[in-house]
Structures are given as C-alpha cells and as structure tokens.
C-alpha cells in the first residue's frame, strides 16, 4: 500500500500549488481519499476529503474558497488545488486514505493510509 505525495514546494503569498497523490497496491475508488497538514509544533489537521465517486466534497472552514479536491479513479489520484495561499498554510501536507461504505470522517484517527506528505512552504 503506498500513498506518494508530489507538488509541494515554495511559493509566495497569493500564489497557487497543486498538490497530487498516487495511490497503489489498494483498491482506490472504495475509499475516501483526504488531505491533512501539519505545520510545525502544531497538531495535524483536516484540509479536505472526497468522496469514492467524486461526488462529495467537505473542507475544514479555513480552506473554504481557497482549496479544490478532486480525484480521477481512472488514475487512482486525488488532487488539491491551493490558490491564495497565505504564510500560515505552510506546513507538511499528507494524503490518507479511509474504507467507506457511505460514510465519510474528517478525523486523523479514522484513516486506514497516510503518505507520507510533501512540504509547502509560503513566504510573506
């Protein structure tokens, strides 16, 4: 099972990253997929999650407007779409992975997979 994070990097204040997640070795399209983040000394927390078929979308508030998911079944890849990124949104961004029968959680603690992240860094 492997969950392989790409697309992070720097970017200045206002700009935009798409962050992309590979899943393998699963079978994908039965899971939600979601993305975290962890900023240092802080505790890790939700940005987004979609449902299997792509049909449901939630977001932590902070990231409402600013943040898109998307996944494509076809590839077995989740997306986030950042755009007016602010130096507080630096952080450690990571990819999970839960089953759902329906369900859906926003909770670190409910995810089967994690990836292992990739960093995004906002300069002021």
């Known amino acids: 099972v492997q969950l392989q994070a790409s697309g992070g990097g720097l970017v200045e204040a206002g700009g935009s990253l798409r962050l992309s997640c590979a899943a393998s070795g699963f079978a994908a399209s039965l899971y939600v997929l979601a993305w975290f983040r962890q900023a240092p000394g802080k505790e890790r927390e939700f940005v987004a999650l979609?449902?299997?078929?792509?049909?449901?979308?939630d977001y932590a508030d902070s990231e409402k407007g600013r943040y898109t998911i998307s996944r494509d079944n076809a590839k077995n890849t989740v997306y986030l779409q950042t755009s007016s990124l602010k130096p507080e949104d630096t952080a450690v961004y990571y990819c999970a992975a839960h089953y759902s029968n329906g369900n859906y959680y926003r909770t670190a603690e409910r995810m089967n997979y994690w990836g292992k992240g990739t960093q995004v860094t906002v300069s002021s």
């Open positions: 979609i449902g299997r078929s792509g049909g449901l979308t």
